[in-house]
């Protein structure tokens, strides 16, 4: 674990470059804000005016838990008006952002998997991956009905504009990353977008920069099939 020193460096460092943090936030993040710390000061700025922001990168506002429990007042939090999320894959990657996504920032999240083990668990506030302190946020955001986990991907794509997809993308025999996972959810959300409706999907797992393209005409080639009057926009 963390010593109390190394917490207050980087808190120090983080409120240098002009970002606000959490003791929690700190001890949660810490070991991704070390990796990441080249890149911290120069987009912390931009980062705390940002509608939605990565988890893991400190610069989020605090929950209201913690607002109430440090300042003792109401507060104007969240400082953004909310969103409703979806999150594809519940793995490490997937649960973690959907739990903070709820918790950190206020937003209406689900997230779906097709392992009906996993989302049993995680409804039954438990985690499916080991993360300190996690536990605890991921019980929260089920109490305040901001977060919820699903196997139907019908329920959870309708009337949710931004959609991340955290999926794995092993590798495969020849070294290049398996990208099925990322196609299959693809076709899915354009199979049950309704027409006209805008989804924003952000990829969350590792892929190559070509990834954007190949999902793109996978999406296509599906809509084009469904032959609308009025396509939807992914």
């Avoid at 890149?39 to 838990?65: E, F």
């Avoid at 793995?91 to 392992?115: E, N, Q």
């Avoid at 089920?142 to 794995?168: C, H, N």
Wanted: proline residues 7%; glycine residues 8%; hydrophobic residues 35%.
């Amino acid at each position: 674990s963390k010593t109390e020193e190394e917490v207050e460096k980087a808190r120090r460092e983080i409120e240098a470059a002009g970002g606000i943090v959490t003791d929690r936030q700190l001890r949660v993040s810490l070991e991704t804000y070390e990796w990441n710390k080249p890149l911290i000061s120069g987009v912390l700025k931009y980062i705390r005016s940002a509608p939605l922001v990565t988890p893991g990168i400190l610069s989020h506002p605090p929950t209201r838990s913690e607002t109430r429990s440090e300042k003792g007042a109401p507060t104007d939090w969240p400082r953004h008006e909310p969103e409703k999320i979806a999150v594809i894959g519940t793995g490490f990657v997937g649960s973690t952002a959907a739990i903070l996504f709820a918790t950190d920032f206020g937003h209406d999240v689900v997230g779906v998997d097709i392992d009906p083990h996993k989302i049993k668990t995680l409804n039954g506030g438990k985690l499916v991956s080991y993360m300190p302190d996690m536990e605890e946020l991921l019980q929260e955001g089920l109490q305040s009905g901001r977060l919820r986990f699903t196997v139907d991907y019908r329920e959870a794509l309708k009337g949710r504009k931004f959609i991340f997809l955290a999926l794995p993308t092993p590798q495969s025999s020849t070294g290049e990353a398996d990208l099925r996972f990322l196609q299959a959810a693809v076709r899915t959300i354009a199979k049950l977008a309704e027409p006209g409706e805008e989804k924003i999907l952000i990829i969350k797992s590792t892929a190559p920069p070509s990834t954007d393209g190949l999902l793109q005409a996978t999406a296509e080639e599906v809509l084009e099939a469904r032959k609308l009057d009025k396509k939807p926009v992914l």
